[in-house]
C-alpha cells in the first residue's frame, strides 16, 4: 500500500492564481481531511470529508474548495491564491472518524509571491 | 470553546534525562485526547492515545481530568526522540481533531 500521497511535493504560485493540490488513499478510509501547518500555529484544520460525496469545513475554510467523488481521491483547491496562503499543507485520512487512526501525507509546501 | 493548549514551542534536554511535553485542554464533556509526532523528514504520525492507556517507544501520557491535562512523559530521553510533538483533542461540532501548537523537543547527547 502507498498509504497517503499528495502531489506535488512543492509548490510556486503568485498572486491570484489558482491551484489544485491532489490527494489520494489506497486504505479504503472514509474519513479525509486537510490542514494547513503555519509555524507557531500548529496544524489547522481546512476541510473534512466522511465519505465520497459529503464534504464540510473545518476551521479556516476561507479561499479552498474541496470535493469528494471518490473514496480514495480528495483535491484541494486554491480558488485564487493569496501569499498568507504560504503553508505546508497536509492530508489526512482514516478508517471513519476522527477518532481513528490518522494517516498523513508526506505534505505540500506552498508559496504564494 | 475546545482548545489545546501547548505550553512550550521548545525544549531541550540531555540524553538519558526525564522529559515531560505539557498539555492542557479545554473540553466539556469526557475527551479523546492523542499525542502525534512528526520526526525529521517524516510524516506526522500517531504515537499514543489516551484511552488505550499504553506506551510507545518508552512514552505515557496520563489524563488527568482534574487539572484538564495529557502531559507526555518519558523517563529516560534519546537522542532518536528528538522530533515535533503535537497533543491534540478530539472535539468541535463535527467530531474533528483539535491540535495544539507543537513543542519541539531537542534531545542533545
Known amino acids: 500500500n502507498a498509504g497517503v500521497t499528495q502531489t506535488p511535493k512543492f509548490q510556486v504560485l503568485k498572486t491570484g492564481q489558482s491551484m489544485t493540490l491532489q490527494c489520494a488513499q489506497d486504505?479504503?478510509?472514509?474519513?479525509m481531511s486537510w490542514y494547513r501547518q503555519d509555524p507557531g500555529m500548529g496544524l489547522r484544520l481546512i476541510h473534512y470529508?466522511?465519505?465520497?460525496?459529503?464534504?464540510d469545513q473545518g476551521e479556516v475554510p476561507n479561499g479552498y474548495n474541496v470535493s469528494r467523488s471518490t473514496t480514495e481521491d480528495f483535491p484541494l483547491r486554491l480558488l485564487s491564491a493569496a501569499p498568507s496562503q504560504t503553508s505546508v499543507y497536509f492530508c489526512?485520512?482514516?478508517?471513519?472518524?476522527?477518532?481513528?487512526?490518522?494517516?498523513f501525507g508526506p505534505g505540500t509546501r506552498l508559496t504564494v509571491l | 470553546a475546545q482548545r489545546v493548549t501547548q505550553p512550550e514551542k521548545l525544549l531541550s534536554v540531555f540524553k538519558g534525562a526525564p522529559v515531560e511535553l505539557k498539555c492542557n485542554y479545554s473540553?466539556?464533556?469526557?475527551?479523546?485526547l492523542f499525542w502525534y509526532v512528526q520526526y525529521s523528514r517524516q510524516r506526522l504520525q500517531l504515537l499514543l492515545r489516551?484511552?488505550s492507556r499504553e506506551s510507545i517507544k518508552g512514552f505515557t501520557a496520563d489524563l488527568n481530568k482534574g487539572e484538564t491535562s495529557f502531559h507526555l512523559k518519558k523517563p529516560f530521553a534519546q537522542e532518536e526522540d528528538s522530533a515535533m510533538y503535537y497533543c491534540?483533542?478530539?472535539?468541535?461540532?463535527?467530531?474533528?481533531?483539535?491540535f495544539g501548537k507543537g513543542t519541539k523537543l531537542s534531545v542533545k547527547p
Open positions: 489526512a485520512s482514516s478508517g471513519r472518524l476522527a477518532t481513528d487512526t490518522q494517516y
Open positions: 486504505m479504503n478510509h472514509e474519513y
Open positions: 470529508s466522511v465519505g465520497a460525496g459529503i464534504t
Open positions: 473540553y466539556s464533556g469526557s475527551p479523546e
Open positions: 489516551h484511552i
Open positions: 491534540a483533542l478530539v472535539g468541535g461540532s463535527q467530531g474533528n481533531l483539535i
